[in-house]
C-alpha cells in the first residue's frame, strides 16, 4: 500500500511539471507573439547593396524616442556572424546629436562626413533613412552636416528623405552604381543658344543612363557660364528606348517656362543631350503620354526630333 502511495505521488509530481511546463513554454510563446520585428539595415563589404537583418523588440510602438534609441544603436554594430556587413553609424558616420520634430528626424555630423567616397556614402544613408522611417512617428529624415543642410554633388539640398527615396520605380532596391560622363546642353546667357557642359554623375546601375540624363538636365546646370532650359517641377514619368528611338514622357510642368529661354533651346537641350548617348539617334517627347500638344505654341510634339547642332553656340 505504501509502494502504491509513492507511486502516485511521483505520478502526482510529473503531472504538475508536465503543467508548469506547458504553461511556461505557453508564456515564452506568447512573450514572442508580442515582439515586434523591425529591419536594421546594414551595408554590403564590397559596397554593392545594403541588407536588411531583422530585429525584435518588445517595445511599444508609440514609443517613439526608445524604439529611435534602440535602433540606432542597432545600427552602430554590425550583427554577429554577418562579417560581410558594415554597420551603418560609427566612424564618419557617428552623428553629432539628432532631433525629432514634427515626424521629421534630423541626424547632424561632423565636417569628416564630407570626406565619404560617393557610393559608401549613399548607401549608409540609405540604411539610416530605411531604418528609422520604419518607427512610428517617423516619416522623413533629413541629414546635415554641423548645422548646414546635407546637399550634392552640385550644392543642392538633398532635403527631407523616405524609404522611398532609395527605391527605383521598377522596385528594384539600391546596387550597383556606375560612374560615368555626361554631355549635357544648357542654354547661354541670352537663352536662344546651347552650350556643351561635361558633368561626372555616379547613378544607381538599376535606372537607365536615359532617364539619368534627363534628370540631370531638370536639375539645372551648377556653373556660371550656362542656364537652365526646363522647369524644375517637371518630373519625369518615363524614359524608354526602341530603335534608336528615345521616347521621353514628362508631367504637365514641363509646359510652363519659367525661364527666358527660346523654345527650341528647350526642346533641343533635351535631345542633344540623349542623342550624345550612341544608342539613341531620334527623340520624341511627349507630356502626360500624349504627344498631340504644342509647345509653346510654336513646336508640334509629335515630331521625331533629330539632333541639332546648328543650334549650339
Not at 503543467?19 to 513554454?25: E, H, P, R
Request: charged letters at 20%.
Amino acid at each position: 500500500m505504501k509502494q502504491r502511495n509513492n507511486v502516485w505521488k511521483k505520478l502526482i509530481w510529473i503531472a504538475l511539471l508536465a503543467v508548469g511546463m506547458f504553461l511556461l513554454g505557453g508564456c515564452e510563446k506568447q512573450a514572442q507573439e508580442d515582439l515586434l520585428t523591425y529591419h536594421i539595415f546594414y551595408v554590403a563589404k564590397d559596397y554593392s547593396k545594403v541588407e536588411a537583418v531583422d530585429y525584435q523588440t518588445a517595445t511599444d510602438p508609440s514609443d517613439t524616442e526608445t524604439l529611435l534609441q534602440e535602433l540606432m544603436i542597432q545600427m552602430m554594430n554590425p550583427p554577429e556572424k554577418r562579417v560581410n556587413l558594415i554597420a551603418p553609424l560609427g566612424g564618419q558616420m557617428h552623428p553629432n546629436h539628432f532631433s525629432l520634430s514634427d515626424e521629421k528626424m534630423n541626424l547632424d555630423f561632423n565636417e569628416s562626413y564630407k570626406d565619404l567616397e560617393v557610393i559608401p556614402e549613399v548607401l549608409y544613408r540609405s540604411a539610416i533613412v530605411r531604418t528609422l522611417t520604419q518607427i512610428e512617428g517617423v516619416t522623413v529624415v533629413t541629414f546635415s552636416v554641423n548645422g548646414d543642410a546635407l546637399t550634392d554633388s552640385d550644392g543642392n539640398p538633398i532635403g527631407a528623405m523616405t524609404a522611398e527615396s532609395f527605391i527605383n520605380n521598377a522596385g528594384n532596391e539600391i546596387s550597383t552604381y556606375e560612374k560615368t560622363k555626361l554631355h549635357l546642353y544648357f542654354a547661354n546667357a541670352a537663352g536662344d543658344a546651347l552650350i556643351e557642359i561635361d558633368r561626372e554623375v555616379v547613378y544607381n546601375s538599376n535606372i537607365s543612363l536615359e532617364r539619368q540624363v534627363v534628370e540631370e538636365l531638370i536639375k539645372g546646370p551648377n556653373n556660371d557660364e550656362s542656364y537652365p532650359t526646363i522647369n524644375p517641377e517637371t518630373s519625369v514619368l518615363s524614359v524608354t528606348t526602341r530603335d534608336g528611338v528615345c521616347y521621353v514622357n514628362l508631367s504637365q510642368a514641363f509646359l510652363s517656362q519659367p525661364y527666358s529661354v527660346d523654345s527650341e533651346v528647350t526642346i533641343y537641350s533635351i535631345v542633344d543631350s540623349l542623342s550624345e548617348l550612341t544608342n539613341i539617334n531620334k527623340v520624341q517627347i511627349s507630356v502626360e503620354g500624349e504627344t498631340s500638344v504644342t509647345y509653346h505654341d510654336t513646336i508640334d510634339l509629335s515630331t521625331i526630333f533629330e539632333r541639332n547642332l546648328d543650334i549650339v553656340e
